[in-house]
């Protein structure tokens, strides 16, 4: 197809060149004839002389793809992303209504080209949103940047042997916000090395998703996998493999991710993480995250590396909950909720620069058909709490809603170490800060005590079952091999049930069953009672 472009002249010499370096496409076609392309979206018209000449650029510098299509970009020096509003002056705006829009970069992990770096020498993304660090800041105008994509459905496939980010919003100025908007369903899959994204979202950085979020391969299985996690120790290694990534920083601001659907994530690593600055993540809806319940070992190590299902540090995570109109978390939503992997706040962003003090976790389960497969961590400890750090997890569940509090895979705690730090240590027990059953005995929730730790709530309200495995005929404290169930402090007419079964308890004898009952109760302790 024809080229061509004005000429300029050097006021000097004389010697032609091509003005402004812009190729011109006489006569574009009006509307779409290719499907496949291969080479990036910049938002700068000039660059994407490939979607101009295949009918995709609109007269409003607008992307509009009539057809089911592709974008595949290989290149290993330039173009550090397929989609990357990174120009001056150039959001981009892809229209792809009711047709799927599949975007794949693949990169070998070499170096980039100087001035096409992303903060990372080797580090790519499918879409980013984020200031090209080549540009002054004389150039930079003083608003945000934003990537807009409608289409029934996104599919985003990064790989890498680098570090690789299926969606990046990156926000190092205050005054300048960098979104990622996308109205439809979308699915990530990010293969990396050193650090593998499924979404993420820093500082000013802030990433809306209207629609269904998957993370899986084509086979279902680990959509995010990391090939050589270099994490700064194994209890740390939750940071470099994560399906939902949002980071706050402390003079740019807190980045989010939203999603205004349901999840379905399957992670080679840790599903979700909102860390430093007051990061938050918000799931308004419900789904599934499914952690490796066998975690690689830690570099050349012999331990395990320490993943979660959701975990947080000086950040906040909300996943199917209702908020009153302050914002504040009152209950649980209605959606189903399947959870396999442990949930934790940890203390990993405690220093003397970090604005947000308090780390949260809202977790509502409240449909029959809805589970906790994992035990809930909280590593904020006295030493922590000295600094006016805290955190919290609060579980709102009802409605036959299942919490099986058993470690899936491998779980740590940590404990003052005498000098004002802390320590890692085996894991010690669950740790829940507020926990909130069913509004009835009719609607309880079901806790499954498999953990040999006890199991500590702060806070306890509604209507909860225990549910305890014995051995012989039950009718010993030891007989009950999981650990004590200790609530501090119960609202008034809450109600709690503690069940085991029938196996081997003599129930036609009355002292048996007195005896069996007897010891069951002696796994509940309620440490304020009477005062």
Partial sequence: AYRGGNIAFNDKTGQGSLESNKVEIPNPPDHQISAKFENAITGNKNADYEYAAKGVLQADDSYKFTENSTITVTNNKTDTSAVYAKDPNSNVKIDAAGKSLNIVREHDGTVFDAGNKSGQENKISGIRAQYHPNYSEAKL???????????????????????????????????????????????????????????????????????????????????????????????????????????????????????????????????????????????????????????????????????????????????????????????????????????????????????????????????????????????????????????????????????????????????????????????????????????????????????????NIENYSGNAVVVYEHTGNGTQVNHYAAGNTMIKHAEDNSGITLMTDSKGIEMGNQNSVASALNALAGKLTYINYGS
């Avoid at 209207?210 to 209890?235: A, E, H, R, V």
């Avoid at 509502?364 to 589970?371: A, E, H, I, K, P």
């Fill in 141 to 455: 105008e003083k608003t945000g940047k934003t990537v807009t994509i409608k289409a029934a459905k996104t599919n985003i496939e990064v790989t890498s042997a680098g570090r690789t980010e299926g969606i990046t919003a990156d926000g190092i100025k205050a005054d300048r916000p960098m979104k990622v908007d996308i109205t439809g369903d979308v699915n990530i899959k990010s293969e990396g090395k050193g650090y593998a994204l499924g979404v993420y979202a820093n500082g000013n950085g802030h990433v809306k998703i209207d629609g269904n979020l998957t993370m899986k391969d084509k086979n279902g299985g680990f959509g995010i996998k990391n090939s050589y996690n270099d994490g700064q120790s194994y209890d740390k290694a939750y940071f470099n493999t994560i399906g939902i990534y949002a980071s706050g920083h402390q003079n740019s601001g807190k980045g989010s991710v939203t999603v205004n659907g349901d999840i379905d994530l399957a992670v080679d690593g840790t599903g979700i993480l909102a860390n430093q600055g007051g990061g938050i993540v918000d799931i308004n809806g419900g789904g599934t995250i499914k952690v490796n319940n066998k975690p690689a070992k830690f570099k050349d190590t012999e331990k395990d590396q320490i993943h979660y299902a959701i975990a947080a540090a000086s950040g906040t995570v909300n996943m199917n909950v209702q908020k009153g109109d302050s914002g504040k978390v009152v209950g649980a939503g209605n959606k189903a909720v399947n959870i396999f992997g442990n949930i934790g706040v940890d203390n990993t962003a405690v220093n003397e620069w970090e604005p947000e003090k308090h780390t949260e976790i809202n977790l509502g389960l409240n449909t029959s058909d809805s589970v906790l497969h994992g035990v809930v961590v909280n590593n904020f400890v006295k030493a922590d709490n000295d600094k006016g750090f805290d955190g919290a997890v609060n579980l709102y569940m009802g409605n036959g809603a299942t919490w099986i509090n058993e470690a899936y895979g491998t779980a740590i705690s940590r404990e003052d170490d005498g000098v004002g730090s802390t320590k890692v240590v085996d894991f010690n027990g669950s740790k829940v800060t507020n926990f909130v059953g069913g509004k009835d005995a009719n609607s309880a929730a079901y806790i499954i005590q498999k953990d040999k730790n006890a199991l």
